[in-house]
């Protein structure tokens, strides 16, 4: 198994635990758990598969794009158990934080500067997040690296995982809600993108907020994107990770704390990540000279 399956197997015992000793704090506590242990058995199954059809092209697509797919079903979940620790939502804290600290509630603050235009390019790079996480492994195995596309999953799924916990540990509403009285302008006002992306969120979970996973995922990405294709990349599209970085705030979809704890999960995440990701795989070597010297082939 891969450090991603155990990543991954590791995530779903803890939560589980959490569910299985708190049942009478959790909504649908029994399907909860058949849910984890089914993405375990994916996980398990998926790993086996590849065991059994190394080679095999589409087995090695399955298995770069089952964690990503396993997020539709853990994220959401996370609204079923999110105050399984602390009992309740924690926003008021925050928010007298951020007063204290920024001299008011830095939302209401960027909705001052708030019109159609800038709010359609804040869609438009938070919806970017969906495709940022997913095309770059993608694009690795079809470049035929399957070992670098594993290791750019390990620090994104990484992150994605400490974002889940954390959403235990501080529980939010998100300042949509708990600040809601305090916009000048009631619901944000864009085009296209904007009527798509506020559909989007109609089914979000409440009380993933802290960390913001989509800061954490998207640097988590950028930093991986950097050691493992290429600086160029990195310099490409960090333009872009800053804009979804300050999307979340501007959107009204996380604090401004919320965002920073999900950049220090992002460097967390790649710290831990180098140390424990796949390893490249070793030089063949084979002998290649009338005078038996050994040649190196990558």
Avoid: K
């Avoid at 590849?50 to 095999?56: C, D, S, T, V």
């Avoid at 079809?142 to 529980?171: I, K, T």
């Avoid at 009380?207 to 490409?236: D, E, K, N, Q």
Wanted: net charge positive.
């Amino acid at each position: 198994m891969r450090p991603v399956d155990r990543l991954t197997l590791g995530y779903l015992a803890v939560v589980a635990v959490l569910v299985a000793t708190s049942p009478a704090r959790v909504d649908g506590a029994l399907g909860l758990l058949l849910g984890f242990g089914a993405c375990g058995a994916l996980v398990v199954a998926s790993a086996a598969l590849a065991r059994r059809l190394p080679e095999n092209r589409l087995v090695v697509y399955v298995r770069v794009g089952i964690f990503p797919a396993l997020t539709l079903f853990l994220y959401p979940a996370v609204e079923r158990y999110a105050l399984v620790l602390r009992g309740r939502f924690m926003d008021d804290d925050i928010n007298t934080w951020e007063s204290w600290a920024f001299g008011g509630p830095p939302n209401v603050l960027l909705d001052s500067v708030a019109s159609p235009p800038l709010t359609e390019a804040m869609m438009a790079c938070y919806f970017s997040f969906y495709l940022f996480a997913l095309l770059p492994p993608l694009w690795l195995v079809a470049r035929a690296r399957p070992r670098d596309a594993e290791r750019y999953l390990y620090s994104q799924m990484l992150a994605v995982y400490l974002c889940y916990l954390g959403f235990l540990l501080v529980p939010l509403r998100g300042p949509a809600s708990a600040l809601s009285g305090e916009f000048s302008t009631p619901h944000l006002s864009g085009y296209g993108m904007t009527t798509l992306q506020t559909l989007i969120m109609t089914q979000d979970p409440v009380g993933a907020c802290f960390p913001s996973a989509h800061v954490a995922t998207a640097w988590a990405g950028l930093l991986a994107m950097r050691r493992i294709i290429s600086p160029t990349a990195f310099y490409t599209f960090l333009p872009l990770v800053c804009g979804i970085t300050v999307a979340v705030v501007y959107n009204r979809y996380h604090y401004l704390s919320d965002a920073l704890a999900g950049l220090a999960v992002a460097f967390v995440a790649t710290a831990v990540g180098r140390r424990f990701e796949p390893c490249p795989p070793p030089p063949t070597l084979h002998r290649s000279s009338p005078h038996g010297h050994l040649r190196s082939v990558p």
